[in-house]
């Protein structure tokens, strides 16, 4: 069965530092890796997807995941915060043979300080 | 622009009444989704359709219901709403075929509350 973990259920960061949230998942075959951002009020927006090759992959919004095969982790970076970043982020996982369906993460809860 | 829009943002309901959420897309998607958002648990997949008519159980089904008549409108029914049904409900969609089928667009969600 397929599996996500974010360890880090809330992170405080100040306005203009680097920010990281970790994601391990347990899949059986090659995974589909997803990031998604859900601010205040709003639906979930996908940030950027991991299907193969490049293992460093960009996003919207300046963010970028790197897929770690060997540690099971697909973790989001950003070099820089802005305020603007608060928000929760989850990380999903599908596969070839799960026609579209994800299971998501616990969620990080970002917070963003002056 | 793209868009998936959900009848309510805020529905407050009492314990046994039959309730109806609403889902709409306009981007011709083959797939769509129902999820429960929970503090702690993330998203958790109640119901799935890949065409009209069609439906699969996700992970959490009990004590849902669902139709889907035409191919832009999904709705989720609580039967019989309890208490332990007070979440937030969002609604996705997605292509039905190729890697496209994985990138899922959401709708605002439906809070809803169950006293």
């Known amino acids: 069965a397929q599996s996500v973990t974010q360890p880090d259920i809330h992170i405080t960061v100040s306005e203009g530092a680097s920010l990281e949230l970790r994601c391990n998942y347990s899949?059986?075959?090659?995974?589909?890796l997803f990031w998604y951002v859900q601010s205040p009020g709003q639906g979930l927006q996908l940030l950027l997807k991991?299907?193969?090759?490049?293992?460093l992959v960009q996003g919207i919004k300046g963010f970028e995941a790197e897929f770690k095969r060997s540690q099971s982790s697909f973790n989001l970076r950003k070099p820089s915060v802005h305020w603007s970043d608060a928000a929760e982020y989850f990380c999903?996982?599908?596969?070839?043979?799960?026609?579209?369906?994800?299971?998501f993460g616990a969620g990080t809860q970002v917070v963003v300080t002056p | 622009d793209v868009k998936v829009t959900q009848s309510s943002r805020y529905l407050v309901k009492r314990t046994g009444e039959k309730v109806f959420l609403e889902c709409v897309q306009d981007m011709d998607h083959e797939n769509m989704f129902w999820y429960r958002q929970d503090p702690g648990l993330g998203l958790r997949l109640i119901y799935f359709?890949?065409?009209?008519?069609?439906?699969e159980k996700g992970d959490i089904p009990e004590g849902y219901s669902v139709s889907r008549e035409k191919k832009e409108r999904f709705s989720l029914i609580l039967e019989s709403a309890s208490t332990n049904q007070t979440s937030m409900y969002l609604c996705?969609?997605?292509?039905?075929?190729?890697?496209?089928?994985?990138?899922?667009?959401f709708g605002p969600g439906t809070r809803l509350t169950v006293t």
């Open positions: 999903a996982v599908g596969g070839p043979n799960s026609w579209g369906k994800l299971q």
């Open positions: 899949y059986g075959a090659t995974p589909y």
């Open positions: 996705a969609s997605s292509p039905l075929a190729g890697l496209s089928s994985y990138e899922q667009y």
């Open positions: 359709s890949y065409d009209v008519k069609m439906k």
């Open positions: 991991y299907f193969s090759g490049d293992t």
